[in-house]
């Protein structure tokens, strides 16, 4: 059982920048770095999205078209947080974002991931 909880959303004006944090830990202590990572964003009305996808050694990532050269996904397993780092935000960017991990690294064809955070919100103003 792996427990992930988001935390970096906010207000930010069009532009800007946010850096998204995921801290993950386990029920029996046990290794989360033996876990792909990835981060997904609802906005309103709309499906929830694949952002940004690590592999557990950091070694591979993939992005959805629309963050590409824009967001950068990141790990640090000694201190099992994951990073969304996210630059040139507009307002298309406006949703609940949440981290997941799952034995495979996530693409854009992902739907499903085993584990969820809440989720944290990001809003871009005009």
């Known amino acids: 059982q792996v427990q992930l909880v988001e935390s970096g959303g906010g207000l930010v004006q069009a532009g800007g920048s946010l850096r998204l944090s995921c801290a993950a830990s386990?029920?029996?202590?046990?290794?989360?770095?033996?876990?792909?990572m990835g981060w997904f964003r609802q906005a309103p009305g709309k499906e929830r999205e694949f952002v940004a996808g690590?592999?557990?050694?950091?070694?591979?990532?993939y992005y959805a078209d629309s963050v590409k050269g824009r967001f950068s996904i990141s790990r640090d397993n000694a201190k099992n947080l994951v990073y969304l780092h996210m630059n040139s935000l507009n307002h298309d960017d406006t949703a609940v974002y949440f981290c997941?991990?799952?034995?495979?690294?996530?693409?854009?064809?992902?739907?499903?991931?085993?584990?969820w955070g809440q989720g944290t919100q990001v809003t871009v103003s005009s």
């Open positions: 997941a991990a799952d034995a495979s690294i996530p693409t854009a064809a992902t739907k499903t991931m085993r584990y």
């Open positions: 386990t029920r029996t202590g046990s290794r989360y770095s033996g876990y792909a």
């Open positions: 690590i592999s557990w050694s950091g070694g591979t990532t």
